[in-house]
């Protein structure tokens, strides 16, 4: 499995960006993918994952960007996509995506724990100007 993301850069506050996440020899059956952030000088945290077991989509978000981010996947592309709307300078940061082959735990406690994920990318520059 390998997970290629892209889409980051400079930006204002207040704009929009929108992250992709290729990902290549891996099946959109029962999986997990999420999107983690690390801001300088901070730990890494999750910000939104989405996933499905046994047929049942799951997605999840930080409370920090609700209403501001949409995660959303095309699995026909095998690609994760996270749109970044009202972008806050506190959004900047490394963003990672992750995959999970399996889903051991829900989705929002893999995200919240960032548990689980095997494959990570080797992650894009967010920077939100104030």
């Known amino acids: 499995v390998q997970l290629v993301e892209s889409g980051g850069g400079l930006v204002q506050a207040g704009g929009s960006l929108r992250l992709s996440c290729a990902a290549s020899?891996?099946?959109?059956?029962?999986?997990?993918i999420g999107w983690f952030r690390q801001a300088p000088g901070k730990e890494r945290e999750g910000v939104s994952c989405?996933?499905?077991?046994?047929?049942?989509?799951?997605?999840y978000y930080a409370d920090d960007v609700k209403g501001r981010f949409t995660i959303s996947s095309d699995n026909a592309k095998k690609t994760v996509y996270l749109q970044m709307t009202s972008l806050k300078p506190e959004d900047t940061g490394i963003y990672y995506c992750?995959?999970?082959?399996?889903?051991?735990?829900?989705?929002?406690?893999?995200?919240?724990?960032?548990?689980?994920?095997?494959?990570w990318g080797q992650g894009i520059q967010v920077t939100v100007s104030s």
């Open positions: 992750a995959a999970s082959l399996t889903v051991p735990l829900s989705i929002p406690t893999m995200c919240r724990r960032m548990t689980g994920f095997g494959t």
């Open positions: 020899g891996f099946l959109f059956a029962d999986y997990a």
């Open positions: 989405i996933g499905s077991s046994l047929g049942t989509p799951t997605s």
